[in-house]
């Protein structure tokens, strides 16, 4: 990190305070080892490990890893709205979620992620809002793949359909798979672009083979009068979400500015192309909407190709739940460490592994995980969605706003698009998390229901208390701060000296007061970011974004 200061006078006062434990030994403090990749994001020696193919399969992973799920879909609905479902939505949710991560994932290359998008422009409040909203969603999500890959396999072991087999299977493969993720994310990395090789393969061979028995009369069939609308919508937007969840790898993203556009560009063509071709080929095949339940692909290969397609789909389908899996414990662990290196969670979790692994990320998203593993697909499917779309509503604000209140926020890519453009692009995509969102309360899916209510007063609970345990000194937290160093390394007119950085609360802004609040901009042209806060006399500051200076861009 560069060596950022702010003159005062005769007083050079660092912004960056190199009176913290982090800054001063991290390998003491956080358990890092001192080699470059065990290192947080912005320490001098931290290693970025993740190029663009392990970047594109990991995004991969955590929208899609391939056709399996789409099943629910099929039987909620019928051949046509399940193909017309994966034409549509991706134009109207998925680009513009995978846009708006292009550019703030770029902007603020870091392990917080969303969390820093939403505090920086709403304060840290909110940003713990989002970063709970989004865990809490994300380990349920991930609870998801031990149940699809027993499903898969039952074709093979029916033993697995219930009992202490499946109890068994379930937490085994889970333990398994967090251990994976410990090891690191070169091996995770390796691990998934092999995965998804596995998995286009025999897809390309199923569409080749159901293609002379397809009847494109199927394609059209629709029983309306028997659409179960809340299930297809779920298990749709369940299929095509999550690509934000990648921002909580920014950190470890080799070239993030250049990278970042090129992966998830080439991820969103995989996954529609994933989801469209081998849906098409199975319903070309057999469109009884009854017969379709996870795992359904395998006897379709089976149909078309014989038993030796049929397990070449199921060993697919284990590389699917495994590489969305590890992609999914790995954004979700990162995201945990990223929090607490940035001063919204106690210091102990931010404790990297031997491996730069984070510790108690990985365990705390593991237990989650355990908790939830044995409900039903669509159970945890309409579960996850519900928190999903609070975090994506806060996230979809905090874009306009920083486009509003911080043009000048340096962003290696940046939508081309005005803010009046903007905000048209994102209003279906917006209507879209509204109507899944109001779903299980018009449904009266008290379940879902409690859930989100439960997770959003546990936010509103848990900020406060983490906040009055600090000030009692009862836990150690990190100093309140983003890696602005990396985000707003030179002026907007191009001068030399360096425009924002961030720090503690109660870091000194200059001789006449403190900052109160979390990021402190050091020159006029940050000054958009000082929403929520007033800038005072003496140079003080309250609020969520502190600021040096009177003026605005």
Same mark, same amino acid.
């Given at each position: 990190?560069?060596?950022?200061?702010?003159?005062?006078?005769?007083?050079?006062?660092?912004?960056? @305070?190199?009176?913290?434990?982090?800054h001063?030994?991290?390998?003491?403090?956080?358990?890092?080892?001192?080699?470059?990749?065990?290192?947080?994001p912005?320490?001098?020696?931290h290693?970025?490990?993740l190029?663009?193919?392990?970047?594109?399969?990991l995004?991969?992973?955590?929208?899609?890893?391939?056709?399996?799920?789409?099943?629910?879909?099929?039987?909620? @609905?019928?051949p046509?709205?399940?193909?017309?479902?994966?034409?549509? =939505?991706?134009?109207?949710?998925?680009?513009?979620e995978?846009l708006?991560? @292009?550019?703030?994932?770029? !902007?603020?290359?870091e392990?917080?992620?969303?969390?820093a998008?939403?505090?920086?422009?709403?304060?840290?409040?909110?940003?713990f809002?989002?970063?709970?909203?989004?865990?809490?969603s994300?380990?349920?999500?991930? /609870?998801l793949?031990?149940?699809?890959?027993?499903?898969? +396999?039952?074709?093979?072991f029916?033993q697995?359909?219930?009992?202490?087999?499946r109890?068994?299977?379930?937490?085994?493969?889970s333990?398994l798979?967090? #251990?994976?993720?410990?090891?690191?994310?070169?091996?995770?990395?390796?691990?998934?672009?092999?995965s998804?090789?596995?998995?286009?393969?025999p897809?390309?061979l *199923?569409c080749?083979?159901a293609l002379?028995q397809?009847?494109?009369?199927?394609?059209t069939?629709?029983?309306w009068?028997?659409?179960?609308?809340?299930?297809?919508?779920?298990?749709?937007?369940?299929?095509?979400?999550?690509?934000?969840?990648?921002?909580t790898?920014?950190?470890?993203?080799?070239d993030?500015g250049?990278?970042?556009?090129?992966a998830l560009?080439?991820?969103?063509?995989?996954?529609v192309?994933?989801?469209?071709?081998?849906? %098409?080929? !199975?319903l070309?095949v057999?469109?009884a909407?009854g017969?379709? /339940?996870?795992g359904f692909?395998?006897?379709?290969?089976?149909?078309?190709g014989?038993? #030796?397609?049929?397990l070449?789909?199921?060993?697919?389908?284990?590389?699917s739940?495994?590489?969305?899996?590890?992609?999914?414990?790995?954004?979700?662990?990162?995201?945990?460490?990223?929090m607490?290196?940035?001063?919204f969670?106690p210091?102990?979790?931010?404790r990297?592994?031997?491996?730069?692994t984070?510790?108690?990320?990985?365990?705390? /998203?593991?237990?989650?995980v355990l908790?939830?593993?044995?409900?039903? =697909?669509?159970?945890?499917?309409? %579960?996850l969605?519900?928190?999903y779309?609070? !975090?994506?509503?806060?996230?979809f604000?905090?874009?306009?706003?920083?486009r509003?209140?911080a043009?000048?926020l340096?962003r290696?890519?940046?939508?081309? +698009?005005?803010?009046?453009? *903007?905000?048209?692009?994102? *209003?279906?995509a /917006?209507?879209?998390? *509204?109507?899944?969102?109001?779903?299980?309360f018009v449904?009266?899916?008290?379940p879902?229901? %409690?859930?989100t209510?439960?997770?959003?007063?546990?936010?509103f609970v848990?900020y406060?208390?983490?906040?009055?345990a600090k000030?009692r000194?009862w836990?150690?937290f990190?100093?309140?701060h983003f890696d602005?160093?990396?985000?707003?390394?030179?002026s907007?007119?191009?001068?030399?000296?360096p425009t924002c950085?961030a720090? !503690?609360?109660?870091?000194?802004? &200059?001789?006449?007061?403190?900052?109160h609040g979390?990021?402190?901009?050091a020159?006029?042209?940050?000054?958009?970011?000082?929403?929520?806060?007033?800038?005072?006399?003496?140079?003080?500051a &309250?609020?969520?974004?502190?600021?040096?200076?009177?003026?605005?861009?």
């Amino acid at each position: 990190m560069a060596d950022l200061h702010r003159d005062d006078g005769d007083a050079s006062v660092p912004l960056i @305070a190199p009176a913290s434990p982090r800054h001063a030994k991290p390998h003491d403090v956080m358990g890092y080892g001192g080699e470059g990749h065990h290192r947080p994001p912005g320490e001098p020696g931290h290693v970025r490990t993740l190029g663009l193919l392990p970047l594109v399969t990991l995004i991969f992973f955590e929208v899609s890893g391939g056709p399996f799920g789409t099943e629910d879909a099929v039987s909620a @609905a019928g051949p046509l709205l399940t193909i017309l479902g994966f034409i549509v =939505f991706p134009l109207l949710w998925s680009v513009p979620e995978a846009l708006i991560t @292009a550019e703030l994932a770029t !902007a603020f290359p870091e392990n917080s992620g969303y969390v820093a998008w939403v505090t920086a422009a709403f304060g840290p409040f909110w940003g713990f809002q989002e970063g709970l909203w989004s865990w809490l969603s994300g380990v349920t999500d991930n /609870s998801l793949y031990p149940v699809m890959l027993a499903a898969n +396999l039952e074709i093979f072991f029916p033993q697995l359909e219930g009992g202490w087999t499946r109890v068994c299977f379930l937490v085994g493969m889970s333990l398994l798979l967090s #251990w994976l993720n410990y090891r690191g994310l070169t091996v995770v990395g390796h691990a998934v672009v092999t995965s998804t090789v596995a998995i286009v393969l025999p897809f390309v061979l *199923l569409c080749v083979l159901a293609l002379p028995q397809a009847n494109v009369k199927n394609f059209t069939k629709v029983d309306w009068e028997s659409v179960d609308w809340p299930t297809f919508l779920n298990v749709m937007f369940w299929n095509l979400n999550y690509w934000d969840s990648v921002s909580t790898l920014a950190g470890e993203v080799r070239d993030p500015g250049r990278t970042f556009p090129r992966a998830l560009l080439l991820a969103v063509v995989l996954v529609v192309l994933m989801y469209l071709l081998p849906t %098409l080929a !199975a319903l070309g095949v057999t469109a009884a909407a009854g017969d379709w /339940s996870l795992g359904f692909y395998g006897y379709v290969a089976q149909q078309v190709g014989g038993p #030796w397609l049929a397990l070449w789909v199921v060993v697919a389908a284990g590389c699917s739940q495994v590489g969305q899996y590890q992609a999914e414990m790995a954004s979700d662990s990162y995201q945990v460490q990223g929090m607490a290196e940035r001063g919204f969670l106690p210091k102990a979790l931010g404790r990297r592994s031997r491996h730069g692994t984070p510790v108690y990320g990985i365990l705390l /998203s593991s237990l989650g995980v355990l908790c939830l593993a044995s409900m039903s =697909f669509v159970e945890i499917v309409t %579960l996850l969605n519900a928190i999903y779309c609070l !975090a994506e509503l806060l996230e979809f604000a905090a874009y306009v706003w920083l486009r509003v209140k911080a043009p000048h926020l340096p962003r290696p890519y940046r939508v081309p +698009l005005p803010v009046w453009g *903007l905000v048209l692009m994102l *209003l279906p995509a /917006s209507a879209l998390l *509204l109507v899944v969102l109001a779903v299980p309360f018009v449904t009266g899916d008290w379940p879902t229901i %409690l859930w989100t209510l439960g997770a959003v007063g546990l936010g509103f609970v848990m900020y406060p208390a983490l906040q009055f345990a600090k000030k009692r000194g009862w836990l150690v937290f990190e100093d309140m701060h983003f890696d602005c160093a990396n985000v707003y390394d030179r002026s907007a007119s191009g001068g030399g000296s360096p425009t924002c950085a961030a720090t !503690a609360g109660a870091a000194t802004a &200059n001789g006449h007061g403190h900052v109160h609040g979390v990021v402190v901009v050091a020159h006029e042209e940050c000054a958009p970011l000082l929403q929520g806060s007033g800038s005072n006399g003496d140079g003080g500051a &309250n609020g969520a974004v502190g600021g040096g200076g009177s003026g605005s861009s």
